[in-house]
C-alpha cells in the first residue's frame, strides 16, 4: 500500500495540466437582444439558445432565436474585441426598441459594458422598460457585457524542486451591485445576474462565483444568501469580499494556462455593475505534501506581476492624499518662549494624544 505523501503525489501528478497551448490575451463581449418578436415557428423563432459570442461562460441565459435576431423581429447582437495588450475597454448601447403591441407602446433601452486587463476585469449591463408591457410570449430585452483574459503562468520556489507535483488555489476580490427594483407584475420583468468562471489548464470551464436578483426577491450568491461584506434587500444586492478557487493541479517550473471571464446580465428593468471589480489578487501554492509554499514566484507569458501588483488607480490616490496630508501637518509650526518648532502631526497640545492623518489612516485601516 502506497504511503500518505506518495498517494498524495500521485493525485496531484494526474490532476497537474498538460503543456500549456494557449496565448496571453484579453477578450470583451457587449451587446444586447431586444423586440417583441414574430414568434414564426417555420423560421425557428420559438426555440432559443445561447449567443456563441458567449459560449466561454458558465452562464446560460442571454439566449437568442435559432432562426436568427432580425428573421424572427428582433435587434441587435452581441459584438467583440480581441487584444494582446491593455487595457481593452468596449461599450454598447441599444434601443429604444419596441416590447410590446404598438397600442401599448412599451420600449425597452439598454447598455453593457466590459473592460479587460491582466488579472483585473469588469463588466456592467443595464436594461429599462418604459412602461409595463401588454405582452410577453418570445419578446425579448436583454443585454449582456462580459470580460475575460488569458495568460500562460509557472510556479517556482527555491524551496520545491522543479518538476515536482503541486496546487494553486486562486484568490479573488469582488465588488460591485445588482438592482432590479419594483414590484412584480406580468410581463414586467426584473433579473440581473454576475458570473465569474475560471479555466484552468486542459479543464472545463468552472463558476466560481454568481450573483442573482429577481425583482420582488432577495438577491443570493451561488444560490445561497450573501457572505459578509454584501447587503440584500428586495430586489437588491451590493457589497465587497473575497472569494476562493477551489485547488488545481500544477507542477513547479512548467507552464499552465489560466483564463478567467466575469459576466454580467440584464433582462427587463434591472441593472448588474461589476466594472473593474474582479480583481486577482494572491495565490496559494502547495507542494507535493500539501504543505503550503510561503515564498515562490509567479512568471507569466504576458509579463503581469501578479504577485507584487501595481496598485490600483484609486489606491495611490488615496496615498498620495495621505502624503500631501502628513506635510501639510508637519510643516506647520506652532510659537514658544523659546522660539519656532515643528508641531507633531495631529498632536493636541493639551491632551498630548496624536492620530495619523485622515488619508494615511484609511490607507492603515484605522
Partial sequence: MKSTPLLLATVLAALAPTAAQAAPGLHTVVGGVAG?????????????????????YSFTGGGV??????????????????????????GSSLGPVLIGSPANGALFTGTADAHSRYGVLGAAAQGQMSVVPDQGGVALHQMAGAARFADTLTATSATVGSGSAGSVRYQFAVDGSLSAPGAQAPFFFGETYMVLDVKHGAGATEQLLNAT???????????????????????SLSGASTFYSREYGITWGQPWDLDVGLLAWAYGSADSSFLG??????????????APVATFGINAASGTNYVNAVPEPQTWA??????????????????????????????????GRCHAPAGLAALSGA
Fill in 318 to 351: 488615496l496615498l498620495l492624499a495621505g502624503l500631501a496630508s502628513l506635510m501639510r501637518l508637519t510643516g506647520q509650526k506652532t510659537r514658544t518662549g523659546r522660539g519656532w518648532r515643528h508641531a507633531k502631526p495631529g498632536c493636541g497640545e493639551a491632551t
Fill in 36 to 56: 417583441a418578436g414574430n414568434g414564426s415557428i417555420a423560421l425557428g423563432c420559438t426555440t432559443f439558445g445561447p449567443a456563441p459570442e458567449l459560449s466561454f
Fill in 213 to 235: 436578483v429577481r425583482r420582488g426577491s432577495v438577491g443570493t450568491m451561488s444560490g445561497n444568501p450573501p457572505p459578509a461584506g454584501w447587503v440584500t434587500g428586495i430586489g
Fill in 65 to 90: 432565436p435559432l432562426g436568427g435576431i432580425g428573421t424572427c423581429g428582433y435587434i441587435g447582437g452581441y459584438s467583440t474585441q480581441m487584444a494582446m495588450a491593455g487595457p481593452l475597454i468596449q
Fill in 277 to 290: 471589480t474582479a480583481r486577482l489578487v494572491g495565490f496559494e501554492l502547495f507542494d507535493a505534501q500539501h
